[in-house]
């Protein structure tokens, strides 16, 4: 293959992936002008249009799609083999593509990184925070950090912790609104809802002690929101209860901003997660970063203080 074939691939996929020439640009090092025209040489080459241009917007062709799929993750992979063979046999390097929640990445796994990129400094982690559920193939990530991605076949996901919901609300609330004592009590209560982004609905408040009782609890709603940072917030300034992940929750509770509400009464959630793709070459920077993450988790006690009812 002609370095001025590879080029254009270079060029295309990295448009196609970042929606756009400007940013596909400082992703490979060039300048808008130059990424453009080479996508424009591709598609002449080819004689078919790759993306449909317009002032605002960059949008892939059916064309563009087809290809984009066909070629992503075989061209990733070439350029993986490749990084390993220029900086020896399983020396892990490179730009690390790694999707995160809000909170969960800052909180928890941000701090992590003065190790990691210590241990391995030829490794850049590229953090992109977001709270939907991410495709990690389509958009070309090395690794997700998050809850409940659909698995395939192209995936691989393993545990980091099993994540506990619990009830919250503000001081100030309490002192207002006397704590229920039992989760019918709730009915009595303003609550925040969420709405899950997966589905649309509602997140039902289901609830379980220790000794297996359940309950369906309801409650006055006074919101309704579908980011659990932002009911988290709305909590601690006093508008009601929420039910927040331990993640989420941790923070606000470590600094009194928020206090349990039924702390024997709590709600299951799906397990923190690491994700890759289940490539036959696994690049080494991948392979390194998802070791690290799940030993580093473990020893700063995450993995234990996310899982307590």
């Known amino acids: 293959m002609s370095t001025e074939l590879r080029s254009h691939l270079d060029a295309f996929i990295a448009a196609a992936d970042e929606g756009s020439f400007s940013a596909a ?10 990424v453009s025209k080479s996508v424009a040489q591709f598609e002449a ?32 992979e070439i350029g993986d083999a490749l990084t390993d063979l220029r900086q020896g046999a399983g020396k892990p390097a490179g730009t690390l593509k790694v999707a995160l929640a809000y909170t969960v990445g800052r909180e928890y796994f941000v701090p992590m990184m003065e190790a990691f990129v210590r241990r391995y400094p030829d490794v850049v982690p ?6 939907r559920q991410v495709d990690l193939i389509a958009e070309g990530f090395d690794v997700a950090i998050g809850g409940g991605i659909e698995l395939t076949d192209a995936l691989i996901s393993r545990e980091l912790a099993r994540l506990r919901i619990v009830l919250v609300a503000s001081p100030a609330y309490l ?34 002690n220790k000794a297996g009782q359940e309950v369906v609890a309801s409650v006055r709603p006074v919101m309704v929101l579908d980011d659990p940072e932002a009911i988290a917030r709305a909590a601690a300034s006093g508008m009601g209860i929420a039910m927040l992940p331990r993640p989420h929750a941790l923070p606000l509770l470590e600094r009194g901003e928020l206090v349990r509400v039924l702390p024997e009464w709590s709600a299951d959630s799906r397990p923190l997660s690491i994700y890759y793709t289940s490539r036959k070459l696994v690049p080494a920077k991948v392979r390194v970063f998802v070791d690290f993450v799940i030993e580093e988790f473990r020893a700063r006690g995450h993995a234990a203080r996310f899982s307590q009812g």
């Open 126 to 131: 590229d953090l992109h925070f977001d709270n």
């Open 175 to 208: 002192k207002a609104h006397p704590a229920p004592k039992h989760p019918l009590e709730l009915a009595r209560h303003r609550g925040l809802l969420r709405r899950s982004l997966v589905s649309g609905r509602l997140v039902p408040w289901a609830l379980k």
């Open 25 to 34: 640009a400082r992703r490979l090092g060039l300048t808008p002008a130059a």
């Open 45 to 76: 080459r080819l004689g078919v249009r790759l993306f449909q241009r317009s002032t605002r917007s960059l949008a892939l062709t059916t064309d563009g799609e087809r290809l984009h799929g066909q070629v992503r993750l075989p061209w990733s």
